[in-house]
């Protein structure tokens, strides 16, 4: 069966970095557009970034310069890399791959 396990969120300051990952297993992982979501505390959970599974990218405007999707096909894994991070971008962010959901990863930015 499909499982996306993601990592690497935690307590970070305004202007810091995290990269997160989602480890994925049980399909064809290169076969398939990976994407990135996230839910902030009273908010719908929104689409941040995307990548096709020949490395096309798209973002949430309000991250673009900021954060970057990537993926190791050989290690059937997906990044989000997140630079310059504000207050705003504190959410559970989850990977999602059509019909799947990870269990997400929490990401605070507060001083």
């Known amino acids: 069966q499909v499982q996306l396990v993601e990592s690497g969120g935690g307590l970070v300051q305004p202007g810091g970095s995290l990269r997160l990952s989602c480890a994925a297993s049980?399909?064809?992982?290169?076969?398939?557009?990976m994407f990135w979501y996230r839910q902030g505390p009273g908010k719908q959970r929104e689409l941040v970034a995307q990548i096709s599974s020949g490395g096309t990218t798209n973002y949430l405007d309000s991250v673009k310069g900021r954060f970057t999707i990537s993926r190791d096909n050989a290690k059937n894994t997906v990044y989000l890399q997140m630079n310059s991070l504000k207050p705003e971008d504190t959410a559970v962010y989850y990977c999602y791959k059509f019909g799947s959901w990870g269990q997400g990863t929490q990401v605070i930015v507060s001083a």
């Open positions: 049980g399909f064809t992982f290169s076969s398939y557009a």
